[in-house]
């Protein structure tokens, strides 16, 4: 069974520049959420979506941004860039179901934005 | 206001020796506790899910312990092995709201 595939694992973009990322869960995964980690802050929760219904959201301010299409592939999105936004943006995929999160979470490699 | 700490930021022990490591919380109420091991450079992989009810759960050579009255949590690595070497991320997730608190980590390194 494949896992969580994120693409592209490296990016370099400058100040002031958009970023989309991409998240393919594992088949059957109906739940994608997202997730920035970054060293002084660690993992910090941007938000998640459901049958593509953004179900729950993060504090991150409104340049960040996600989707999720009806094959439960989602993107995420972060317009006019900061210095601040180079981290590592993971994404997660869980069988879904009632509840927050509905159920174990499955990582991908993550997707390695620097910000120049 | 809701937390996860974990303690040490970070540990050296040498291969073969167990070790410890914390998570105190404030998050309420309860709903689940999870531990993950990140390998530099990938995603993190779940160890262990516990809920309220739980005290102890194991997973090969690891095992985790919850003492929801305290808000701690444990995780305890026996017979450590080179590639215990890693970051090891508590997370508590409530029972109500919409949000994940994760810990920093704690960075492990195991050494021959």
């Known amino acids: 069974k494949a896992g969580v595939t994120q693409t592209p694992r490296y990016l370099i973009k400058t100040r002031g520049q958009q970023v989309t990322l991409s998240c393919s869960p594992i088949?059957?995964?109906?739940?994608v959420s997202w997730y920035q980690q970054t060293p002084g802050q660690g993992l910090q929760f941007l938000f998640e979506?459901?049958?593509?219904?953004?179900?729950n959201k993060g504090n991150f301010p409104g340049r960040f941004s996600g989707r999720q299409f009806s094959n439960s592939r989602s993107e995420m999105n972060v317009s006019t860039l900061e210095l601040g936004d180079s981290a590592l943006y993971l994404c997660a995929s869980s069988p879904g179901g009632t509840g927050a999160f509905g159920g174990e979470l499955f990582f991908g490699e993550g997707s390695r934005l620097t910000v120049l | 206001k809701n937390q996860v700490e974990q303690s040490p930021q970070s540990l050296i022990i040498l291969e073969g020796k167990n070790c410890t490591l914390q998570?105190?919380?404030?998050?309420?109420?309860?709903?689940?506790l999870r531990w993950y091991k990140q390998d530099t450079g990938r995603g993190p992989v779940s160890l262990t899910i516990m809920t309220f009810s739980e005290n102890t759960k194991s997973n090969g050579r690891y095992t985790a312990t919850l003492d929801a009255d305290t808000k701690q949590s444990s995780l305890h690595i026996t017979a450590s092995q080179l590639s215990d070497s890693a970051s090891y991320i508590c997370v508590v997730i409530p029972n109500t709201g919409n949000q994940f608190y994760f810990g920093t980590g704690t960075s492990l390194t195991v050494i021959p």
């Open positions: 998570c105190n919380y404030t998050v309420s109420p309860f709903s689940n």
């Open positions: 088949s059957g995964h109906r739940s």
């Open positions: 979506y459901f049958s593509e219904t953004q179900r």
